[in-house]
């Protein structure tokens, strides 16, 4: 895995702080991994790991990724590292898709990506329509997956008769 140093620093984008490529990055790059503390206090710029657990960035540059309905980035859930998803130029943002690990944002937003796709309004994964869901549920932490079945098994069957 290439150094942090050596793939992105912290710059800016038209939506604030970002985290920028510093070299063109090919597809399936190990960008770096996301540590830090855990904490049962979601905030703006966790990730949530576990029902009532978050991950709590600790000056890592992680911090800074911003959101996407495209991203050019996932997290790799079997190893906490943020990989591409195809080749990223140099001094392109890196971007991920808040969806994929909060169940209900702490601070809701309007996107402003400009993705064809774009998702509107990022409140959390709970939040999305059931056919969202069933589409973005196999890029999901494993902590939305499972707390998605829970979900889906208490919403009412619609059927005839209703």
């Given at each position: ?152 098994k208490l919403i009412p ?6």
């Amino acid at each position: 895995m290439a150094r942090l140093d050596m793939c992105a620093v912290l710059g800016a984008s038209p939506h604030g702080e970002a985290v920028i490529a510093i070299q063109e990055l090919a597809l399936d790059t190990l960008v770096f991994s996301l540590t830090g503390t855990i904490t049962h206090l979601p905030n703006t710029y966790t990730i949530q790991i576990g029902a009532h657990t978050h991950l709590l960035p600790d000056g890592q540059l992680w911090r800074y990724l911003n959101h996407s309905c495209a991203p050019n980035c996932r997290i790799d859930f079997n190893t906490w590292t943020l990989v591409t998803t195809r080749t990223i130029q140099c001094n392109e943002e890196l971007t991920f898709n808040y969806l994929t690990t909060e169940w209900a944002m702490v601070a809701p937003f309007v996107c402003q990506c400009s993705a064809l796709h774009c998702y509107g309004f990022v409140a959390g994964f709970k939040y999305l329509p059931l056919v969202q869901q069933v589409l973005l549920v196999p890029q999901c932490s494993p902590i939305l997956r499972r707390l998605w079945r829970v979900h889906v098994k208490l919403i009412p069957p619609q059927g005839h008769g209703q």
